[in-house]
């Protein structure tokens, strides 16, 4: 059974930093993606950034330059890193993780950010 726990969500001024954390348990194939995802009200579901075990990362235009996404591979955790964050950026931030026979993902963690 694997578990994906997410941290690090809450309330920031535009232009402000949050760091978010996800850390995953149980049996999880070592070669996989981890990554984030977000639904803003109203909307579906979008890609953030992703990044794989070998270090690839892929991050959506619209956080380019101002979101950063990390892994420890040792401790199955990602990040990510927000910085000069817009109130168009505020949504449930979703992380996920994918292998070959396996798709799974966390709660979810609010992120507001006020103008």
């Known amino acids: 059974q694997v578990q994906l726990v997410e941290s690090g969500g809450g309330l920031v001024q535009a232009g402000g930093s949050l760091r978010l954390s996800c850390a995953a348990s149980?049996?999880?194939?070592?070669?996989?993606?981890m990554g984030w995802y977000r639904q803003a009200p109203g909307k579906q579901r979008e890609l953030v950034a992703i990044?794989?075990?070998?270090?690839?990362?892929n991050y959506a235009n619209s956080v380019k330059g101002r979101f950063t996404i990390s892994r420890d591979n040792a401790k199955n955790t990602v990040y990510l890193q927000m910085n000069s964050v817009k109130p168009e950026d505020t949504a449930v931030y979703y992380c996920?993780?994918?292998?070959?026979?396996?798709?799974?993902w966390g709660q979810g963690t609010q992120v507001t950010v006020s103008s």
């Open positions: 996920r993780l994918q292998y070959a026979t396996g798709d799974y």
């Open positions: 149980g049996s999880i194939f070592r070669i996989n993606v």
């Open positions: 990044m794989g075990s070998g270090g690839s990362t």
